[in-house]
C-alpha cells in the first residue's frame, strides 16, 4: 500500500516562494510518475506539474516559469518548488502517485 507524507506548505507573502515535499512509501518510486496537483476553496482540483520516470516534466500554464518539479529517487521524494508566488496560488497541494494515490495535502496561502 503506497503511502504519500507531504510537507513544507504554509503562509508566505506575493512574490515569495516555498518547497513542497513528498515522501512515498510501499511502492516502485522510480518507476512511478509523480504529480502535484492543487485544489483552491470552490473549485476543481487542478494537475499542476507532472514528472514521469525519465523525469520529463509538464507544466500548467500558469505556473510555467514559477513553478519546477524534481524528484530524488534515492530518497523516494517528489518536490515542487513554487518561486514568485501569487495569491492565486493559495489551495490545498496534493502529491500523487502513479495516478491512483494520494496525499492529505498541505495548505498552501499566498497573502499579503
Known amino acids: 500500500q503506497v503511502q504519500l507524507v507531504e510537507s513544507g506548505g504554509g503562509l508566505v507573502q506575493p512574490g515569495g516562494s516555498l518547497r513542497l515535499s513528498c515522501v512515498a512509501s510501499g511502492g516502485t518510486f522510480s518507476l512511478s510518475v509523480m504529480a502535484w496537483y492543487r485544489q483552491a476553496p470552490g473549485k476543481q482540483r487542478e494537475l499542476v506539474a507532472t514528472i514521469f520516470a525519465d523525469s520529463r516534466t509538464t507544466y500548467r500554464n500558469s505556473v510555467k516559469g514559477r513553478f519546477t518539479i524534481s524528484r530524488d529517487n534515492a530518497k523516494a521524494t517528489v518536490y515542487l518548488q513554487m518561486n514568485s508566488l501569487k495569491p492565486e496560488d493559495t489551495a490545498v497541494y496534493y502529491c500523487?502517485?502513479?495516478?491512483?494515490?494520494w496525499g492529505q495535502g498541505t495548505q498552501v496561502t499566498v497573502s499579503s
Open positions: 500523487n502517485f502513479a495516478y491512483n494515490n
